[in-house]
Antibody, heavy 121, light 106 residues
Framework: QVQLQESGPGLVKASQTLSLTCSVSGGSITSYNHYWSWIRQPAGKGLEWIGRVYSSGSTDYNPSLKSRVSISVDSSNNQFSLKLKSVTAADTAMYFC?????????????WGQGTMVTVSS | SYELTQPPSLSVSPGQTASVTCSGDKLGKKYVSWCQQRPGQPPVLVIYHDKKRPSGIPERFSGSNSGNTATLTISGTQAMDEADYYCQAWDNNTAVFGTGTKVTVL
């Protein structure tokens, strides 16, 4: 059973870079035909997709965040990472990592528990 | 950018049917999935490919998608189904989530 776990600082200063890692357990990040995504949710609000990475390193990003986002994969450690630069209070949110599977219409079938990130001034 | 619109809230009595709609331009030509999010929990996939249920999801959850509207139906709603529900589709390699619907079981 594949499981995902987010990790990283819970507090980031405004204008700095938010960095999070998602560890994949129960399976190899490269052994299946899956994409690996980051999704965020401000408190009391809806879900916003940030972007995704394939095991080859190819990426897709949300156009609204593309200029500030970088997602990469670390196959040797079975992890993928998110970097969001020049953060503001608007980036304060719960950040989830998730797996999307093309065979099921790219639905997000496995989610991490999420990690809360607060941007402080 | 592509948008998916859902009603903010919906109330249903236990044992009755809840129908959550999701509207978007030519949505019927895309695959729609639905996820359920209980308070303080990560989302859980309940429907993919418009109408298919992942393993472990009760049969009372069903879906449809045609024209500009996709619908999640919960038949025989139970108290445990009280949650936020989000539709999701892809447009130009970008994942789009619906605005979310809070389902209350009264």
């Amino acid at each position: 059973q594949v499981q995902l776990q987010e990790s990283g600082p819970g507090l980031v200063k405004a204008s700095q870079t938010l960095s999070l890692t998602c560890s994949v357990s129960g399976g190899s990040i490269t052994s299946y035909n899956h994409y690996w995504s980051w999704i965020r949710q401000p408190a009391g609000k809806g879900l916003e997709w940030i972007g995704r990475v394939y095991s080859s390193g190819s990426t897709d990003y949300n156009p609204s965040l593309k200029s500030r986002v970088s997602i990469s994969v670390d196959s040797s450690n079975n992890q993928f990472s998110l970097k969001l630069k020049s953060v503001t209070a608007a980036d304060t949110a719960m950040y989830f990592c998730a797996r999307d599977t093309p065979m099921i219409g790219d639905a997000f079938d496995i989610w991490g528990q999420g990690t809360m990130v607060t941007v402080s001034s | 950018s592509y948008e998916l619109t859902q009603p903010p809230s919906l109330s249903v009595s236990p044992g009755q049917t809840a129908s959550v709609t999701c509207s978007g331009d030519k949505l019927g030509k895309k695959y729609v999935s639905w996820c359920q999010q209980r308070p303080g929990q990560p989302p859980v996939l309940v429907i993919y490919h418009d109408k298919k249920r992942p393993s472990g999801i009760p049969e009372r959850f069903s879906g449809s998608n045609s024209g500009n509207t996709a619908t999640l139906t919960i038949s025989g709603t139970q108290a445990m189904d009280e949650a936020d529900y989000y539709c999701q589709a892809w447009d130009n390699n970008t994942a789009v989530f619906g605005t979310g619907t809070k389902v209350t079981v009264l």
